[in-house]
T-cell receptor
Framework: DAKTTQPPSMDCAEGRAANLPCNHSTISGNEYVYWYRQIHSQGPQYIIHGLKNNETNEMASLIITEDRKSSTLILPHATLRDTAVYYCIVISNNQGGKLIFGQGTELSVKP | DAGVTQSPTHLIKTRGQQVTLRCSPKSGHDTVSWYQQALGQGPQFIFQYYEEEERQRGNFPDRFSGHQFPNYSSELNVNALLLGDSALYLC???????????FGQGTRLTVV
C-alpha cells in the first residue's frame, strides 16, 4: 500500500470549512484514497473514498489532484462534533479490505 | 440495524492469562477484521476472517488467534497475555473484498 503523509494536528473554527490534506506521492493507478475518522473512545467511521474524480457525500467532499499524488478532505461547515482523528488511507480494492492506518490528523474544532 | 457489536466493552486480565473477545458483524456482512489500537496510535491490522477461514494476517504473533462462526460472528483469542497487549481491540465488518468497513466501539483490554 502507498504511504500517506498527514499533518499531525489542525485547528478549525466552528462553522468554517476544515481542509485536511494528505500526500500520497507513490500511489498506484489501481489504488483508491479512503478517509476514515475516529472520534475519541469510538471505532473508526468511514467518510468517503475516490479514485481520481472529486467526490461528495452528505459528510464531506474529497478533492484529488490531477496527478493523484495528494488529496484534500473538506468538511464544509465544521461543528464541535467533527473533532476527531482523521485518517487518509490508500489501498487497492483487491487488498481484501485490509486497512493500513497511519498516525492521522487530529482535528480540533473550536467554538 | 445494530451495526457492529463487541463484547465485553472493558476487560482487565493478569499477565499470562488468556482472553476471548467477541464480535457480531453488521447485518448482511460476511467478513470480519480485527485491529489492535495502542494508546495514541492508529489501529493495526491483526487478521481477517471470511467463510470461517483466516484470509489475511498482519504482523502479530501466533498468540493471537481467531475464529469465525457460520453466522459470521467472530472471536479473537489472545494467549499468554503480556503487558504490551493492553490496547483497544476493534472489530470491523464488511462485504468480502469491500474496503468500506464498519467498526464496533471496541473492547478496552488492560493487562496488569
Amino acid at each position: 500500500d502507498a504511504k500517506t503523509t498527514q499533518p499531525p494536528s489542525m485547528d478549525c473554527a466552528e462553522g468554517r470549512a476544515a481542509n485536511l490534506p494528505c500526500n500520497h506521492s507513490t500511489i498506484s493507478g489501481n489504488e483508491y484514497v479512503y478517509w476514515y475518522r475516529q472520534i475519541h473512545s469510538q471505532g473508526p467511521q468511514y467518510i468517503i473514498h475516490g479514485l481520481k474524480n472529486n467526490e461528495t457525500n452528505e459528510m464531506a467532499s474529497l478533492i484529488i489532484t490531477e496527478d493523484r499524488k495528494s488529496s484534500t478532505l473538506i468538511l464544509p461547515h465544521a461543528t464541535l462534533r467533527d473533532t476527531a482523528v482523521y485518517y487518509c488511507i490508500v489501498i487497492s480494492n483487491n487488498q481484501g479490505g485490509k486497512l493500513i492506518f497511519g498516525q492521522g490528523t487530529e482535528l480540533s474544532v473550536k467554538p | 440495524d445494530a451495526g457492529v457489536t463487541q463484547s465485553p466493552t472493558h476487560l482487565i486480565k493478569t499477565r499470562g492469562q488468556q482472553v476471548t473477545l467477541r464480535c457480531s458483524p453488521k447485518s448482511g456482512h460476511d467478513t470480519v477484521s480485527w485491529y489492535q489500537q495502542a494508546l495514541g496510535q492508529g489501529p493495526q491490522f491483526i487478521f481477517q476472517y471470511y467463510e470461517e477461514e483466516e484470509r489475511q494476517r498482519g504482523n502479530f504473533p501466533d498468540r493471537f488467534s481467531g475464529h469465525q462462526f457460520p453466522n459470521y460472528s467472530s472471536e479473537l483469542n489472545v494467549n499468554a497475555l503480556l503487558l504490551g497487549d493492553s490496547a483497544l481491540y476493534l472489530c470491523a465488518s464488511s462485504l468480502v473484498g469491500n474496503t468500506e468497513a464498519f467498526f464496533g466501539q471496541g473492547t478496552r483490554l488492560t493487562v496488569v
